[in-house]
């Protein structure tokens, strides 16, 4: 029996990760943009992703004033990219703690049934750049995420907009310990949210796969 499934979608504008974030000086974590686990994601690291996503905004346009424009509607791309990055790991430690397990059958399902909703392979990535920031080669990291924090809210019998998948992620995130450098902002822990944005960083799609996930 087919279903139709929600997808969480990830936005590029992350506004309510999943929490905790303490301020990281760059003395203590010289070159880092933040550190979740005890591994560092540097600033070339993040400077790469940012870069990704210009190189997809030029290639999707057919002249410069519409790369300024899809520049100028990003400004805030390397900082809501960094969220990105810490938030994928964040819900994939309360996946783990969670017994969540995603497998690529799964995430290719996911990719089918957007693809027939979104008009075929080349449209679902355009959608996804230009809604979500993700570029195309980012794409079924990104379906990942969304697996998993969908598996994760069924075993906690929940939905990904109630408290009980949020504690989880904050609980995941202080066992990361994540920390975060203050030039890219703090996360207000009790909120579960970016502390200077007010856009949810959840986009609800629904998306029929072409077969039943297991």
Same mark, same amino acid.
């Given at each position: 029996?087919h279903r139709r499934r929600t997808?969480?979608?990830?936005?590029?504008?992350?506004?309510?990760?999943?929490?905790?974030?303490?301020?990281?000086?760059?003395?203590?974590?010289?070159?880092?943009?933040?550190?979740?686990?005890?591994?560092?994601?540097?600033?070339? +690291?993040? @400077?790469?992703?940012?870069?990704?996503?210009?190189?997809? &905004?030029?290639?999707?346009?057919?002249?410069?004033? &519409?790369?300024?424009?899809?520049?100028?509607?990003?400004?805030?791309?390397?900082?809501?990219?960094?969220?990105?990055?810490?938030?994928?790991?964040?819900?994939?430690?309360?996946?783990?703690?969670?017994?969540?397990?995603?497998?690529?059958?799964?995430?290719?399902?996911?990719?089918?049934?957007?693809?027939?909703?979104?008009?075929?392979?080349?449209?679902?990535?355009?959608?996804?750049?230009? &809604?979500?920031?993700?570029?195309?080669?980012?794409?079924?990291?990104?379906?990942?995420?969304?697996?998993?924090?969908?598996?994760?809210?069924?075993?906690?019998? $929940?939905?990904?907009?109630?408290?009980?998948?949020?504690?989880?992620?904050?609980?995941?995130?202080? @066992?990361?310990?994540?920390?975060?450098?203050?030039r890219y902002g703090t996360w207000?822990? +009790?909120?579960?949210?970016?502390?200077?944005?007010?856009?949810?960083?959840?986009?609800?799609?629904?998306?029929?796969?072409?077969? &039943?996930? $297991?």
């Amino acid at each position: 029996m087919h279903r139709r499934r929600t997808a969480l979608v990830l936005s590029a504008v992350i506004a309510a990760a999943a929490p905790l974030l303490t301020a990281c000086g760059s003395d203590a974590h010289p070159g880092a943009a933040a550190v979740v686990g005890g591994q560092r994601i540097t600033v070339s +690291q993040l @400077e790469t992703r940012v870069n990704e996503v210009r190189k997809a &905004q030029r290639a999707a346009v057919q002249n410069d004033a &519409q790369y300024v424009r899809a520049i100028a509607s990003t400004g805030g791309l390397t900082r809501e990219t960094l969220y990105g990055m810490v938030f994928d790991q964040v819900v994939h430690r309360a996946a783990q703690d969670g017994g969540v397990a995603v497998s690529r059958k799964e995430i290719q399902q996911m990719r089918a049934g957007l693809e027939e909703r979104a008009g075929g392979a080349t449209a679902l990535e355009a959608s996804w750049l230009a &809604q979500y920031g993700v570029p195309p080669q980012r794409l079924d990291d990104n379906l990942r995420l969304q697996v998993e924090g969908h598996k994760l809210a069924t075993a906690l019998n $929940t939905d990904t907009s109630k408290p009980a998948f949020w504690k989880a992620l904050s609980t995941a995130s202080k @066992e990361l310990h994540v920390d975060l450098n203050p030039r890219y902002g703090t996360w207000d822990v +009790q909120k579960s949210s970016r502390v200077d944005a007010k856009t949810p960083w959840v986009r609800e799609v629904t998306a029929e796969p072409s077969e &039943q996930t $297991t």
